[in-house]
């Protein structure tokens, strides 16, 4: 493996700047401790606890008031910098910490709740508004989280980027990679990530591999080559970095709100650091005293791909399956974030729920008819609230806020109808054929 690793920096990162080891240019290694309830594990770096092998995580933030917290951001909230256009550093106040020349940043998590009323019409509910992370500079919520996992990677002196991926992380780190100046690998499981995102991260330099298998052996190979020396840098959502960035679309969202928290959160739920970042995020602003409630989380899975629902409807623990979705991005069936996102489900009252493919792709047409578009995975959250709505959980009146997590382009292969209806080169047929698409 050493010689291996060897040559790969060799071959790929030959100029590159030099960097030591450690935690240069960092302000200190900041303690992480073991998510697992009653475990107390700590550590000072890796994704893994020492005692139990369960994720670690960082402490909630500590030692600045409120009103001094909101001044900062409404300063900033004018201010050029780059990283004040952040939205994720310009909470940097409440992540770890890292010097600023040092931050790795393409303008992330900068987007606007949008209201769609077709949507919340097709749904059953008054008012959905939109969370749409695919305006994110790779098209996805992954950027919040890669800025800040690539700039400690960085850092701290690792020259590889490695991930397992779907294809939206895989683009992320990419791009951020790229910036960074360093190299980047994806394992990607052979013939389960869309060509569209495999061309983009290729486009912004990546290698990609592929591996017989599906994506959570593809996530076991990536931990274990990750493990086997500190030049590569492991960014998968196992990283507590990962997380720190993405709990920040939770920042954002409740500082456009004025700091009202809405009724209900949904969204897509594939490994389940998003989920995880998000109720974390949203327990931060409320102990921080910048938020006065908790906003019900609701993640929704393909129903060919949903063990944490499962076994969140049973009580059970996390039985594996063998995932099969159309839904690319969260076609995961051995999610590895799934015991942190069963705690922050249960600190908000929250709910995980199964639908049908058939019920994801509706809901993108829905979508689509708002203008905005996104990946089938992204639309699992707008199915969810009509299905709250069904089961009578979600009352017509309530505060609802839907989060896309991806693009529209980021899976093309699933559009219906597939391809364009031809038509003949006349202004009869023309009209003839627009009165029949109306109809």
Not at 401 to 408: E, P, Q
Request: neutral net charge.
């Amino acid at each position: 493996m050493d010689k291996t690793l060897a040559r790969l920096r060799c071959a790929e990162l030959d100029g590159a700047a030099p960097a030591e080891h450690g935690w240069h240019g960092v302000g200190g290694p900041e303690p992480l401790r073991c998510a697992e309830a009653g475990c107390g594990g700590e550590a000072i770096e890796g994704n893994t606890c020492p005692r139990c092998g369960g994720l670690l995580e960082f402490a909630e933030p500590h030692g600045i008031g409120r009103d001094a917290l909101v001044q900062i951001l409404r300063d900033r909230s004018v201010a050029t910098s780059a990283i004040d256009r952040s939205g994720v550093w310009r909470f940097r106040e409440l992540l770890p910490h890292i010097d600023e020349a040092r931050i790795v940043s393409l303008d992330e998590n900068e987007i606007p709740l949008q209201e769609a009323p077709r949507s919340a019409a097709w749904s059953g509910v008054e008012r959905v508004a939109v969370y749409h992370c695919g305006r994110n500079p790779s098209g996805s919520f992954k950027d919040a989280g890669m800025t800040v996992a690539v700039s400690f990677a960085a850092a701290r002196g690792s020259r590889v980027a490695l991930c397992a991926s779907t294809g939206n992380t895989s683009a992320a780190m990419a791009a951020y990679a790229a910036r960074a100046g360093m190299g980047a690998f994806v394992l990607a499981p052979a013939g389960g990530v869309s060509q569209a995102k495999v061309a983009q991260t290729l486009a912004y330099g990546a290698h990609v591999l592929t591996i017989e298998g599906d994506f959570d052996d593809a996530l076991r190979l990536a931990r274990a080559v990750g493990a086997a020396s500190r030049e590569v840098a492991l960014v998968n959502s196992v990283d507590p970095y990962r997380i720190e960035g993405q709990k920040c679309v939770a920042f954002a969202m409740l500082e456009q709100r004025r700091w009202r928290a809405p009724d209900w959160v949904v969204l897509p739920g594939g490994n389940l650091g998003n989920v995880s970042a998000l109720g974390k995020g949203f327990r931060e602003a409320l102990a921080l005293g910048l938020s006065d409630r908790l906003p019900r989380l609701c993640v929704v899975q393909a129903s060919g791909a949903a063990p944490f629902a499962r076994a969140w409807e049973s009580g059970a623990e996390l039985e594996p399956v063998k995932a099969q979705t159309v839904a690319s991005a969260i076609r995961i069936g051995n999610p590895v974030s799934w015991r942190k996102a069963r705690r922050e489900l249960r600190a908000c009252d929250g709910l995980a729920l199964a639908l049908s493919d058939e019920d994801i792709l509706e809901a993108r047409r829905a979508i689509g008819g708002d203008g905005l578009g996104c990946e089938p995975a992204s639309a699992a959250s707008l199915a969810g609230v009509r299905e709250l709505r069904r089961r009578g959980v979600m009352r017509a009146d309530e505060d609802v806020v839907c989060i896309l997590t991806g693009h529209v382009l980021k899976d093309s292969s699933v559009v219906e109808p597939i391809a364009p209806e031809p038509v003949a080169n006349s202004v009869d047929a023309v009209l003839s054929a627009m009165l029949k698409e109306k109809k």
